[in-house]
């Protein structure tokens, strides 16, 4: 079954601790993205990623860091840095050809702060 | 750059009874729209798409949506929605560079 998986599902954070959200598709995809979900404010865009090994700066990058070295992996990492970190965190991929802007989606990560 | 309104932060339906959902975009060129739904807890699931062609675009549940470029609006409609269907919807618009912009969500209720 192809699709986008991410865990943990909860993950709880103390402070001054940076924690990393893994983010795994099977879909062969070029693309993937990391978004934040806050209760009514729609998705805000992080980071992404066309290619292996090159990433952009989303709308809301500051506190944020990621890694893209397979095709399939696109972890995220929240850093200390990030001092309201609570939400849900959303990883999605799209192909880069045909209709390539078309984005699925995982079933989130849920980030507590301790 | 491109954004999304959907001026319905709630809409309470009684069940079996229509459903329509506003959604008005801001793009300088063709838009590349979608909606999207999420159950509380749960990631988004693409109901529907407009990239070019018939206005009229068809997507799973009983879904629909029209592209009306004339009034920068993509509403989705339902004919007669189902207690499975109460969730968040989510319109989104697409550019050239692969992001996507989302709109605040509308929460749907169905009532027995």
């Known amino acids: 079954d192809g699709g986008i998986t991410q865990s943990p599902k909860y993950l709880f954070r103390k402070e001054g601790q940076n924690v990393t959200l893994s983010c795994e598709q099977n879909?062969?995809?070029?693309?993937m993205y990391w978004y934040r979900q806050d209760p009514g404010q729609g998705l805000r865009l992080i980071y992404y990623?066309?290619?292996?090994?090159?990433?952009q700066k989303g709308d809301i990058a500051e506190g944020y860091s990621v890694s893209r070295e397979k095709k399939e992996s696109f972890p995220l990492t929240v850093t200390s840095a990030q001092k309201n970190p609570t939400a849900f965190y959303l990883c999605?991929?799209?192909?880069?050809?045909?209709?390539?802007?078309?984005?699925?989606f995982g079933p989130g990560t849920r980030l507590l702060v301790l | 750059a491109q954004s999304v309104t959907q001026p319905d932060i709630h809409i309470t339906v009684s069940e079996g009874a229509s459903l329509e959902l506003r959604c008005n975009y801001s793009?300088?060129?063709?838009?590349?729209l979608f909606w999207y739904v999420q159950s509380p807890g749960q990631g988004l699931q693409l109901l529907l798409k407009?990239?070019?062609?018939?206005?009229l675009v068809q997507g799973i549940k009983g879904f629909e949506a029209e592209f009306k470029r004339s009034q920068s609006s993509f509403n989705l409609r339902k004919p007669s929605v189902h207690w499975s269907d109460a969730a968040e919807y989510f319109c989104?618009?697409?550019?050239?560079?692969?992001?996507?912009?989302f709109g605040a969500g509308t929460t749907v209720t169905v009532r027995a």
């Open positions: 879909l062969n995809h070029d693309a």
């Open positions: 793009y300088g060129a063709t838009p590349y």
């Open positions: 999605a991929s799209s192909p880069r050809t045909g209709e390539g802007k078309t984005q699925y």
């Open positions: 407009y990239f070019s062609g018939d206005t």
């Open positions: 990623s066309q290619i292996v090994n090159d990433f």
């Open positions: 989104a618009v697409g550019a050239w560079d692969y992001k996507l912009s």
